[in-house]
């Protein structure tokens, strides 16, 4: 099998994007950064809303193509967005409290009347 020409470059570049990560931490991680608990339940919820999309479009690709590894890996995306929504739901603080119990911030920023605050 005869190898492209542009196949090292695609290696090169890949290598490049999988080391990015790396520099950018050896560079930022002097010092310590701790996100509050609405950063944390924004951004795994937005995760998981990444995960939904990307479980959907594999299962319908998959079906139209008749691809059962496809749909399979749609499958196990659609898992990684239910545990990604549950962690994000479990956050300390935002719907359940520090000892576990239901945190009234949440519910009474909404200003439900059905809620006692």
């Known amino acids: 099998m005869r190898r492209s020409r542009t196949e090292p470059l695609g290696l090169a570049f890949g290598a490049l994007i999988a080391l990015l ?4 931490l050896s ?5 310590h950064v701790m996100f509050g608990p609405e950063v944390h ?18 299962t319908i690709a998959g079906a139209r193509r008749r691809d059962a590894r496809t749909i399979l890996i749609g499958t196990a995306f ?3 967005a ?6 994000g739901i479990a956050t300390p603080g935002i719907l359940v409290g520090m000892n576990r119990e239901t945190s009234s911030r949440y519910f009474c920023s909404r200003r439900s009347w059905s809620v006692p605050c």
């Open 27 to 31: 560079l930022l991680a002097h010092r």
């Open 41 to 58: 339940f924004k951004d795994v919820g937005l995760t998981a809303l990444a995960a939904s999309v990307a479980a959907f479009a594999l």
């Open 82 to 87: 239910a545990l990604l929504a549950l962690h």
């Open 78 to 80: 659609t898992a990684m």
């Open 21 to 24: 990560p790396l520099g950018v």
